[in-house]
């Protein structure tokens, strides 16, 4: 029995909207549109608070917390644009009624080689009380957008708007990390197989690559045979395989009673760990 698994991500992704890019292939590093414009140079109306005065530290908003994916890397994966969830809390004594975030990469907003996303629907606040809020909306990625290398920390860009109309924006308020969405799949055969029998287990350990929208195997990955018996609701790790050039797993093991066989992968800096679900032989 074949059985694959794809890692999980309740939510997790960003992209710039009106851009067009096939879904084939990934825009050249140089083709890319920069950091997009957020905070005060895409809202009307707002100010940042006056500086070299005693009045600044009182009208400028305080920004207190920016949660981006709920805190865990960003995964994405080789085709689909991601939506990532933005938490930002802050407070003034007017009170505030508008967030802005961006996530980007590179030495500085203007540095033409910088790269980044933004949200394309305004922000949702919600007042604690009279001062604080939190403001939610989703950032999009788009893979299209990528290049592989882009597995690395991003920064957080992050602006807020008081009632009165006073704004605070930290273009590097915070950090978060993107990841290139893992695929595993494991088959052990033959199905079913005498007590004490030589079964085979395979597999294939694959993951996205932005630059040409497929996924490909990942290579000399150490990756952990794990077994549990039937009436067992653990599993113990049997041995450990690397993958081959390829991403390929292949393997031998003796099975002498009824259980469950599956790879286990823990993941790396770029790639998010993975672990399908168990392959059921019969011992028979």
């Known amino acids: ?76 994966g080789a085709k689909a644009v991601k939506k990532v969830s933005v938490s930002i809390t802050a407070s003034h004594p007017s009170g505030i009624v508008d967030a802005d975030a961006i996530i980007w990469t590179g030495a500085s907003l203007d540095d033409p080689e910088s790269f980044g996303f933004g949200s394309p629907e305004p922000f949702t606040c919600k007042a604690a009380n009279a001062t604080t809020s939190t403001c939610t909306q ?84 150490p990756v952990q045979l794990q077994f549990r018996k039937k009436t067992s609701d653990t599993y113990t790790t049997v041995k450990t395989v690397k993958t081959s050039t390829t991403g390929t797993l292949k393997t031998t093991a003796k099975a002498t009673v009824d259980g469950y066989w599956r790879w286990n992968f823990a993941g790396t800096s770029t790639t998010p760990a993975i672990i399908p679900a168990g392959d059921f032989v019969d011992v028979s």
């Open 1 to 76: 029995m074949r059985i694959r698994a794809t890692v999980a991500v309740a939510t997790g992704a960003l992209a710039l909207s009106a851009l067009a890019v096939p879904a084939s292939q990934a825009a050249p590093a140089g083709d890319r549109p920069g950091v997009p414009a957020y905070g005060s140079a895409t809202h009307q109306g707002s100010a940042a608070a006056p500086k070299g005065n005693a009045r600044a530290a009182v009208e400028a908003p305080v920004i207190s917390k920016a949660v981006v994916n709920g805190g865990k890397p960003i995964v994405v």
């Open 138 to 221: 989703n950032i999009e990625i788009d893979p299209d957008w990528l290049l592989n290398s882009d597995t690395k920390t991003w920064n957080v860009g992050i602006w807020v708007l008081s009632k009165d109309t006073f704004s605070a924006q930290n273009d590097k308020f915070g950090k978060t990390k993107l990841q290139r969405l893992s695929k595993l799949d494991v088959n052990a055969a033959p199905e079913p197989v005498r007590p004490g029998g030589t079964i085979t287990i395979t597999g294939k350990l694959s993951r996205a690559n932005w630059e040409t929208g497929t996924y490909k195997g990942y290579s000399t990955q």
